[in-house]
């Protein structure tokens, strides 16, 4: 059953009780999680807190709500510098190789670990059955910690001593090397040893308790250590949970650390760490953030999308939905419950609808720990203050499936999109369904071994211009159409004489090669987009393209040896598809994420068509197509479940 939790602030869910508990059943909540800041002076929370907080979990168990205490703070949220709280005098605070120390405590730092197992000791006396840390449960949010205890580590790991200076001239040059691994070791070590001492505190009262933690990408990556392995030592004997990273306020521009493009790309992010959870036995509920409140910085209509997707796919156990303002009284903002509450029938019809059948679509491929062997330049500045900044080149797919309105899956045998240093870590035998690859990855792959169709890529300065840049125009060959482009380094891409140009650059009056699709000697066949899909991601006409979805659409078909199961027709602006399949029957959810109503939406399908049930919706049928009758306005839904024969026949594009 898909779970809603719904975080609240102990005083002021204390001060307004019977509200707040009126809301949380009319959104659907069946859990309330309890968030504690954690106040220095008392070392966790003061004598008043703790008695507010066991009335409020009295309360709310009578009332037959399941309760969550929410830790707001273990590490540290480090985004000040200097810490601007006051500090316990044995606390060893994470150390940036950049920045110095931050308003975060290392977790190597078993005094530290001390301090909070306490705290958690006396939430339990109060009450609390089960316990999440926040997601300042990580190493910062830079490149991990050089204190004196993570460096004393290193030394031991090396077997001789380290500058922090020669640290990272050896760590971040180059590709994977002892310091790399060394460094990598140690982050995870502390917070190993962190989430056992914490576990032991726990056992020590009550084994039953259950403890997890909330999750950043840095946790799948530069923190050393899986986050599954963590949420499993947390939780002892108890059943493991933890709540995943990626939310609807990162399209807000009040938050340009994690700001995303595209609210699909959020939604994209979390299904990529479902795929990484599968077969874990741990609960997983998704971030539905909207930090941070009211409504003016995070609509309720992007909560809500967010909200059915992930139902629709089915993989989560529930969302931790942040409907409740930190501040103020229940009734201030009452948009996030309101919405909820209209949306509590479909998203049973949605969660009822898509409960059957595998996702099909193309695959972003992704991999974990993608800092250990990437090629990395110690001058670059952003992999110290952006510990996800390599994962922004494989996220660059989440862009391109978003703007282009693919149907995405993370089934094997799909066409997979390999972008950036995920052209480094993808087996040889998943090229066999066909792949599409940004220049980046193509020339990792060439590097490998592999003929993707490259005979030559120059890299030539750009000419340096005084007051203006001529843009670059794309030309489709097949329909004559011609894009604009943003302004970007495109380097001189030659491609193999038996490569099929799809189009070509038009740029300060020269015309060259573009966009090409390949099939070498092995039968493995590429679709080559041949420029950076980390630069491209935000600007215009390489991934915001109506040309490029009816190019990826015919080469798919191509790639991967047979159409899409279903993709959309014509040129609305970021509709999301989601489909599903069993047997004959296509599950399809197109959810409108663009500001503009979507009027006659046709939904193409690779069967037959002999019945059409419509969700939300109303329409027809054309040949092989479905036509909504009915207009998509913004952020809203509409499902269709779509019966036929003779699955494997092709309808060509």
């Known amino acids: 059953m898909y779970s809603v939790t719904v975080p609240v602030i102990c005083h002021t869910a204390y001060l307004h009780r019977e509200e707040t508990l009126k809301c949380l059943k009319e959104a659907g909540a069946n859990r309330v999680a309890i968030a504690l800041y954690r106040e220095m002076e008392y070392g966790g929370s003061s004598p008043e807190t703790l008695k507010e907080l066991g009335e409020l979990l009295r309360f709310f168990e009578a009332n037959r ?11 540290g949220h480090d985004r000040v510098s200097p810490p601007s709280r006051k500090k316990p005098a044995h606390a060893t605070h994470i150390r940036r190789l950049d920045l110095g120390e931050v308003a975060a405590f290392c977790p190597m730092d078993m005094r530290h670990a001390d301090w909070i197992a306490s705290w958690i000791q006396e939430l339990i006396a109060c009450g609390a059955r089960t316990l999440l840390l926040d997601d300042d449960f990580r190493m910062g949010q830079g490149f991990g910690c050089c204190c004196d205890l993570h460096m004393a580590a290193l030394t031991k790991r090396l077997g001789r001593a380290v500058s922090r200076e020669e640290l990272r001239e050896r760590m971040l040059c180059g590709g994977r090397n002892e310091y790399r691994d060394a460094w990598l070791a140690v982050q995870g070590e502390g917070k190993l040893l962190f989430a056992e001492r914490l576990r032991r505190s726990v056992d020590a009262v009550d084994p039953s308790v259950r403890l997890g933690a909330c999750i950043t990408m840095a946790c799948w990556d530069t923190d050393g250590v899986d986050p599954i392995v963590l949420a499993n030592v947390l939780a002892g004997n108890t ?11 990162h399209l807000s521009a009040l938050n340009e650390i994690e700001r995303e493009p595209f609210l699909a790309n959020v939604i994209e992010k979390e299904r990529t760490q479902l795929t990484w959870c599968e077969n874990s036995n741990v609960e997983v509920l998704v971030e539905g953030d909207t930090y941070p409140r ?9 909560l809500e999308c967010f909200d059915m997707i992930l139902r629709a796919d089915g993989r989560p156990n529930g969302i931790m939905k942040y409907m409740m303002d930190y501040v103020s009284s229940p009734s201030y903002e009452r948009g996030y419950i309101d919405f909820a509450a209209r949306n509590r029938d479909l998203c049973c019809e949605i969660e009822d609808l898509f409960s059957k059948g595998k996702t099909m679509g193309v695959r972003p491929y ?17 992999l110290l203050t952006r510990s996800e900044a390599l994962m922004i080149d494989e996220s660059s797919a989440y862009t391109l499936i978003a703007a282009c309105s693919l149907p995405r899956t993370d089934e094997h045998g799909s066409v997979s999109i390999v972008f950036g240093e995920a052209g480094r870590h993808i087996p040889r035998e998943e090229l066999a369904s066909g792949t599409i690859l940004d220049l980046q990855a193509a020339e990792l792959l060439t590097a490998r071994g592999i003929d993707v169709g490259l005979e030559k890529v120059t890299y030539e300065a750009p000419d340096a211009r005084e007051g203006f840049y001529v843009l670059p125009t794309e030309h489709e060959w097949m329909r004559n159409e011609k894009i604009r482009l943003d302004p970007m380094f495109l380097p001189h891409v ?26 070498n000697a092995e039968g493995e066949r590429f679709l080559v987009l041949p420029f950076s899909a ?4 935000l600007r215009s006409g390489y991934f915001k393209s109506y040309v490029r979805r009816r190019m990826l659409v015919q080469a798919i078909e191509w790639l991967g040896g047979r159409p899409l199961d279903a993709y959309l027709e014509g040129n609305d602006p970021l509709l999301y598809l989601l489909v599903k399949r069993e047997g004959d029957t296509l599950r399809v959810g197109i959810w409108n994420l663009f500001d503009d ?7 193409c399908v690779n069967l037959p068509i002999e019945r059409v049930r419509y969700l939300h919706c109303n329409g027809h049928v054309e040949g092989n197509c479905v036509v909504l009758d009915s207009r998509l306005y913004p952020y809203e ?4 479940e779509i019966n036929g024969s003779d699955f494997d026949r092709s309808f060509h594009f």
Request: charged residues 25%; proline residues 7%; aromatic residues 8%.
């Open 65 to 75: 709500m399941e309760t969550l205490v929410w830790l707001g703070e273990t590490l």
């Open 239 to 249: 059943k493991p949970l933890m709540r995943l990273f990626g939310a609807p306020y």
């Open 294 to 302: 009211p409504r003016f910085a995070c609509p309720a209509s992007h």
């Open 366 to 382: 992704h991999s974990k720990n993608v800092i250990r062997d990437a090629v990395l330049d110690p001058h670059a500045s952003d």
């Open 494 to 519: 030659c491609v193999k004489p038996t490569a099929r140009i799809l189009s070509r650059l038009s740029e300060d009056g020269q015309t060259r090669d573009f966009v090409f699709q390949y099939e």
């Open 534 to 537: 980390r630069e491209a991601r």
């Open 597 to 603: 109503r979507a009027d006659a939406v046709r939904v």
């Open 637 to 640: 839904f509409a499902g269709l």
